[in-house]
């Protein structure tokens, strides 16, 4: 059985970083996909970042420069960096996991976990 984990959330003042971290169990981030989605209220849910099983990367348009995500595959747990957030950046962050490579669209994504709650005031 697939679990994902996420933690980190919480809240912070515009222009703070945060990390949120992915933990997986039932399956190896060393061969698959995992990708950091967020779901703001009123919007639908976009594509932050992603990382393949080999560490390639790719990120969302609107968090370029701004984000970085990485794993440690020996926690099989994937990390998300987010640096100079504003209020925009306000959402639940979901992390997935699939086999293959990374997709945008989030209903490509077979596995996902429960959320945290990033808040972001100014």
């Known amino acids: 059985q697939v679990q994902l984990v996420e933690t980190g959330g919480g809240l912070v003042q515009t222009g703070a970083s945060l990390t949120l971290s992915c933990a997986v169990s039932?399956?190896?981030?060393?061969?698959?996909?995992v990708a950091w989605f967020r779901h703001a209220p009123g919007k639908e849910r976009a594509f932050v970042a992603g990382?393949?099983?080999?560490?390639?990367?790719l990120y969302g348009d609107f968090v370029k420069g701004r984000v970085t995500i990485n794993k440690d595959n020996a926690k099989n747990t994937v990390y998300l960096q987010l640096n100079n957030l504003n209020s925009e950046d306000t959402a639940v962050y979901y992390c997935?996991?699939?086999?293959?490579?990374?997709?945008?669209?989030?209903?490509?994504?077979?596995?996902w976990g429960q959320g945290t709650l990033v808040t972001v005031s100014s």
């Open positions: 997935a996991l699939r086999g293959g490579v990374i997709y945008f669209d989030a209903t490509l994504w077979e596995h």
């Open positions: 990382i393949s099983y080999i560490g390639q990367t």
């Open positions: 039932g399956h190896s981030v060393n061969g698959n996909a």
